[in-house]
DNA sequence: GGAAATCGGACAAAAGAGGTCCTTTAACTC
DNA sequence: GAGTTAAAGGACCTCTTTTGTCCGATTTCC
């Protein structure tokens, strides 16, 4: 369950691109510098969400990234599936990856119990929510 | 949240001598036995245990680990936070430690909300529990 | 005294997180 | 076509954390 850097500059990123008017084409050193993120790292993270579809490339000149969708239909969840690798609401909150179906961890039944809420806590959160809070 | 192999290898240990007879004093090599877990790592963990008083160590031949107190009495959370550090709860589910007061993360509000649920799932768990389920 | 056990610190291997750099490719402008 | 700017992608690097190992010291039983 728990979040790297990467989701946190991707958010950043992204919200950062969300508050330019719809459509704009921004490129990374525009996003990285306006979250003041290491460019780099972030062009990096960039590529994983344009091949998952969250955001679209254009190259050359005066270029760069624009969102695919409008802020309110781009979910957390997505945001972290795209980066962290799907399957992320598989992972036990627990222990990862290593509480698989054939050998539950110690918790699993109980942790089944709040991952709906989770789940819908990071479906139900979008871009939209996020922009407006670090605008606020 | 994400918590380490220690918590995994401290519940099992600790389940493993729940499973003696109440009062029983066993050397860390049966319960690494037991389990099939490193023993020299394994002690190291039941050092942190005996010094926030879930076990009592008794040195010398023959002699070993025991429970301080009734299977029902050990929490989850009491052994994650003799692990992994005291202040477990407070720590963003998300972002770890990296989410404070002053500078909360971009879900802190949400996280919030279930927070409660959480922290009463691992505070309702107990050492009984996780030994009934490891024996059937 | 010898054996068996914990105590505690130093050390080390492996994995993951976080990040840089460089080359290639695409598209625009002159 | 040449130059410029930007993404694409891979190689590499460094730091931290995780997951341990090992050894000497101490305690206690026999």
């Given at each position: 369950m728990r979040l790297t850097k990467e989701t946190e500059y991707a958010l950043r990123g992204l919200s950062a691109l969300a508050r330019q008017p719809q459509g704009s084409v921004v490129p990374v050193t525009g996003l990285a510098g306006a979250e003041d993120l290491p460019r780099s790292f972030l062009a990096k993270i960039f590529q994983k969400l344009a091949r998952n579809g969250i955001v679209q490339a254009s190259r050359g000149a005066g270029r760069g990234y624009s969102l695919v969708m409008a802020p309110e239909e781009v979910t957390v969840l997505g945001v972290i599936e795209a980066v962290e690798g799907s399957?992320?609401?598989?992972?036990?909150?627990?222990?990862g990856g290593h509480c698989g179906g054939s050998t539950p961890c110690l918790l699993h039944d109980r942790w089944a119990n709040i991952k709906p809420q989770l789940q819908e806590l990071l479906e139900g959160t979008t871009l939209a929510d996020l922009t407006a809070a670090s605008a606020g």
């Open positions: 399957g992320y609401m598989d992972h036990c909150l627990f222990w």
